[in-house]
């Protein structure tokens, strides 16, 4: 199985500064990672897939980048609509996984 | 608009079964590549089964065994049948749906998702 290993756990930044997150494969997972968002009580939603691909409706400030082991999630500048917790997800082998989570909050 | 809507949740004993339902709108469940993914308590995001528009069913080692993913394409649902369930399996159950692409007239699932429903929670307590 790929283990997926976000850093940092928690990252307190303030509105309108650049948020820069990790997400890190055990083992290669290729081009085949994807980003989701998660406000509280809501479900998740995509923001990336393949990397660096932004999913329909997202805002051009998220972009992502990173292939085989090591991935970046970078908001260029951080809105208030944007604090809440990130997943990263490989899809390159089953199982299927996702990274353990970072908590983006206000500073 | 594609809209998904899980129910069955609720509370179970050790060892009980239980039957999750992913009701979808806006498209066919027999054409995309439906998932469930459940988070418990506090915690991530943990994929738990796939099921293939070609029928093909894949598990988490962690409820291969004890959960069947299924498909009614008359009601256009998805369900997760539950045995041998363990408070380890206590979590909100999200449907979640990989719309796949097709090339050379195969279609393939992408294994990322573009949408999911809000959710079911099932608790195993005693």
């Known amino acids: 199985e790929i283990v997926m290993t976000q850093s940092p756990a928690t990252l307190s930044v303030s509105p309108g500064e650049r948020a820069t997150l990790s997400c890190r494969a055990s083992q290669s997972a290729g081009s085949f990672l994807a980003w989701y968002q998660q406000k509280p009580g809501q479900a998740p939603r995509v923001l990336i897939y393949?990397?660096?691909t932004r999913a329909t409706g997202i805002p051009a400030r998220f972009s992502g980048s990173g292939s085989e082991t090591d991935f970046t999630l970078t908001i260029s500048s951080l809105q208030s609509e944007d604090f809440a917790v990130y997943y990263c997800?490989?899809?390159?082998?089953?199982?299927?996984?996702f990274g353990g989570g970072t908590k983006v909050e206000i500073k | 608009e594609v809209q998904l809507v899980e129910s069955g949740g609720g509370l179970v004993q050790p060892g009980g079964s239980l039957r999750l339902s992913c009701a979808a709108s806006?498209?066919?469940?027999?054409?995309?590549?439906m998932n469930w993914v459940r988070q418990a308590p506090g915690k991530g995001l943990e994929w738990v089964s796939a099921l293939y528009s070609d029928g093909r069913t894949f598990y988490a080692d962690s409820v291969k065994g004890r959960f069947t993913i299924s498909r009614d394409k008359a009601k256009n649902t998805v369900s997760l049948q539950m045995n041998s369930l363990r408070p380890e399996d206590t979590a909100l159950y999200y449907c979640?749906?990989?719309?796949?692409?097709?090339?050379?007239?195969?279609?393939?699932?992408?294994?990322?998702?573009?949408?999911w429903g809000q959710g079911t929670l099932v608790t195993v307590s005693s």
């Open positions: 806006g498209f066919t469940v027999s054409s995309d590549y």
């Open positions: 393949s990397a660096s």
């Open positions: 979640a749906r990989d719309k796949g692409y097709c090339g050379n007239g195969v279609c393939y699932g992408y294994n990322w998702f573009d949408s």
């Open positions: 997800q490989q899809y390159n082998d089953w199982p299927l996984t």
